[in-house]
């Protein structure tokens, strides 16, 4: 059964500092999913990674992929108020299941 | 233009009544989703369709069941509605033939069953 686990849970940093976001899962996948989530909000799609070595960027955020170690990470560099969030990793199954982790709420401080 | 809408956004109501979401896309997406995010915050998938063929069940009572008339549409009945179904539950679609396969998510419907 593919089980995704993403740390931390809970993230609060200050205004131009740099952290990564973890997600790992149990089992092989071939798409590995990231979104942002704002409270009340819905969910929006943010990167898709497909295969081993994937790096996307947008803006601030950075993603990348490695399918041996079974791991991804999201990269915030300089981090600003505006992206204060939930950020939820899912990953695609072999059963077309989609798995997502339990998010990182992250609070950046002003 | 909505890409993924549902309703309604917002529904109350009592235990043991019977009620639906109705869910719609027009990305022309051949999948669509239904998922429950509980109080924690937490995301479940629900069900999924392609192309009006259920190609996951999940463990869900079987008081909740997916309808999907045509491919842009998937609504939710959920019969004898318990205090455990509050939650929010959000639609989405994606297009898992060829890409690119994220989903696209609906605006959420808030249940809280009283």
Partial sequence: ?110 | DTAVSQTPKYLVTQMGNDKSIKCEQNLGHDTMYWYKQDSKKFLKIMFSYNNKELIINETVPNRFSPKSPDKAHLNLHINSLELGDSAVYFCASSQKRQGPYEQYFGPGTRLTVT
């Fill in chain 1, 1 to 110: 059964e593919l089980k995704v686990e993403q740390n931390p849970l809970f993230l609060s940093m200050q205004e131009g500092k740099n952290y990564t976001i973890y997600c790992n899962y149990s089992t092989t996948s071939d798409r590995l999913y990231w979104y942002r989530q704002d409270p009340g909000k819905s969910l929006e799609s943010l990167f898709v990674l497909l295969s081993n070595g994937a790096v996307k960027q947008e803006g601030r955020l950075m993603a990348s992929l490695d399918t041996k170690a079974r791991l991804s990470t999201l990269h915030i560099t300089a981090a600003v108020h505006d992206l204060s969030a939930t950020y939820f990793c899912a990953v695609d199954g072999r059963d077309d299941k989609i798995i997502f982790g339990k998010g990182t709420r992250l609070h950046i401080l002003p």
